[in-house]
């Protein structure tokens, strides 16, 4: 409604014309062009006003490298961030992106806005208020992340169903993130065994460091960033292969129920033009 708003003033200034004045053919009055042009362009403009149009679509994107980030300048990076945009354009979407906490960002495709965002793994919970495109990225699969002066308490287990059922030792998660569907169900199953954490990631490094929960899961692709995004020594820490954990995950957008489906579709055919799926 909001572009409605603001096309109104402009539609005011037009001669009153009915609904059939937007049919080919029901106008009676031949002789009278000037005015049929006029109701033409106003019925154009009430088109382009009508709800579910979208002429800029709000892209959102949370700070997490070497996925999405803002540099220094403002400006939106990272591997992903450079890969949306090309398939929004061939879409032709004109997608504004901005810097958002995963918390508001979920807030807000549980609202009415016409919002996406970029780089979600796609869950159960997440198709009851959002729908997804097609594949934009499959991680490397996830290891297990803890300080190196640590890594004995954690030779003995080869998979994380171990470490979470045997060892005591406690994984720290950010609260509302996924991390597929086999850990996430681990995590529900061993729920004393795992520390959520309403923060974003870079805290949850801090944490680990500071002991407060024992280890992290991140994809290998994740882990020089982050550590040196929270101020943390990449020497200071090791990483664990664990083989239960399912080939990397998938990402994708995520579009609030709000976004017309035409567009979703739209992108989804760039996408599939770009990767060959």
């Not at 997490?64 to 890969?83: H, N, W």
Request: net charge positive; proline share 6%; glycine share 6%.
């Amino acid at each position: 409604m909001a572009h409605w708003r603001r096309l109104l003033p402009v539609a005011r200034g037009f001669p009153r014309v009915g609904r059939e004045s937007c049919s080919p053919g029901r106008s009676s009055d031949v002789k009278r062009p000037l005015i049929v042009s006029w109701a033409v362009l106003a019925c154009t403009l009430f088109f382009l006003a009508m709800p579910g149009r979208v002429s800029a679509l709000d892209v959102q994107y949370i700070e997490y490298k070497p996925y999405y980030y803002t540099d220094a300048s403002g400006q939106p990076r990272g591997m992903l961030l450079e890969k949306a945009p090309a398939a929004f354009k061939a879409a032709k979407v004109d997608a504004v992106f901005s810097s958002m906490p995963s918390g508001r960002i979920l807030s807000a495709m549980r609202s009415d806005a016409q919002v996406a965002s970029i780089g979600w793994f796609k869950t159960a919970e997440r198709e009851q208020f959002a729908r997804f495109s097609l594949p934009i990225y499959v991680n490397k699969p996830q290891v297990a992340v803890f300080p190196i002066q640590r890594a004995a308490r954690f030779e003995p287990y080869s998979t994380l169903r171990a470490i979470l059922r045997n060892s005591g030792l406690v994984m720290g998660v950010v609260a509302g993130h996924s991390e597929g569907e086999y850990v996430d169900g681990l995590r529900r199953s061993k729920p004393r065994h795992v520390a959520e954490i309403a923060a974003e990631e870079a805290n949850l490094v801090r944490m680990l460091a500071a002991g407060r929960v024992d280890f992290i899961l991140l994809s290998p692709e994740e882990v020089d960033e982050q550590l040196a995004g929270a101020g943390y020594s990449r020497a200071d820490f090791a990483t664990k292969p664990l083989y239960d954990i399912p080939a990397g995950n998938a990402r994708y957008i995520m579009y609030s129920l709000s976004v017309p489906q035409e567009i979703v579709a739209a992108v989804d055919a760039a996408i599939r033009a770009q990767t060959g799926q």
